[in-house]
């Protein structure tokens, strides 16, 4: 299914884009928004690196998804302060406005129902590794084991993949 099929009257086209770590979903999401089709209105773009709750997060952050960042009154997230270790201020979103959501753990059963388009990135291990090293090195490397076990444990619960309409493989 394309955005232009999806969009039906004033909705948004809501796209999610999930895959590991350095799996390349900034990029994408990044590319994705710059070459959006002006007949469908505005999009913004989501990282969730900026709702993670710290290196330990990267669950909470998937349920805020579908929770606060695709529906509810008052759409938008409590955007994480990375320098501080804490809760920063409230990022909201135009509910009319369609949205690309970028990051790891994004894409999951409750979220999938609520987007039109799902993208889920594969790449091998040690250049996903490479990759998310060379962008961020030090501040991410003694990380790098504890993230992993929490996408483990994400493929696990949702299986991202089997719900993704657009798989991409490099």
Known sequence: MHAEEARVGDDRVI?????RSGSGKTTLGRRL????????GPVRLV???DVYPGWHGLETASR???ATILRGERPGWRRW???LDRPGEWATLDPSVSVIVEGAGSLTRAS??????RVWLDLDDDERRRRALG???AAYEPWWDVWAAQEERHLDRESPRSLADV????
């Open 135 to 137: 962008r961020d090195g």
């Open 47 to 49: 990282h969730l690196d």
């Open 64 to 66: 805020v998804v579908a």
């Open 81 to 83: 302060d990375w320098a």
């Open 167 to 170: 798989v991409a493989e490099a």
């Open 33 to 40: 928004a710059a070459a959006w089709p002006a007949h469908l």
């Open 112 to 117: 999938s129902a609520l987007a039109t388009t």
């Open 15 to 19: 796209v999610l884009i999930d895959g």
